[in-house]
Nanobody, 123 residues
């Protein structure tokens, strides 16, 4: 069993920055961690993902150039640095882990999920 705990959400003005953290209860040599988000009335959407080694990353087109994902093995933590935030980035952000394979954009590929952290961007 893998537990994921997100932190770092909050309220920020448009153009501002936030850094989210996802701390895991254990690490594996071959698994990937992703961030998804879900706005009210919308489906959960992929944001970004990384292999635990950091060797492979994927980004949604909507966040390329603004968001950056990274991992710290020693701290068992994956970070999501979000810059140039827009009101349309407002959502609950979820951390998810899949035990095998490369980063995936499909939420059903992920085995474990955190409880989510709210990010609100005001205009």
């Amino acid at each position: 069993q893998v537990q994921l705990i997100e932190s770092g959400g909050g309220l920020v003005q448009a153009g501002g920055s936030l850094r989210l953290s996802c701390t895991t209860s254990r690490t594996f040599s071959n698994y990937a961690v992703a961030w998804f988000r879900q706005a009210p009335g919308k489906e959960r959407e992929f944001v970004t993902a990384i292999t635990w080694s950091g060797s492979s990353t994927r980004y949604a087109d909507s966040v390329k150039g603004r968001f950056a994902i990274s991992s710290d093995n020693a701290k068992k933590t994956v970070y999501l640095q979000m810059n140039s935030l827009k009101p349309e980035d407002t959502a609950v952000y979820y951390c998810a882990a899949k035990l095998m394979g490369s980063p995936s954009k499909n939420p059903s590929d992920y085995n474990y999920w955190g409880q989510g952290t709210q990010v609100t961007v005001s205009s």
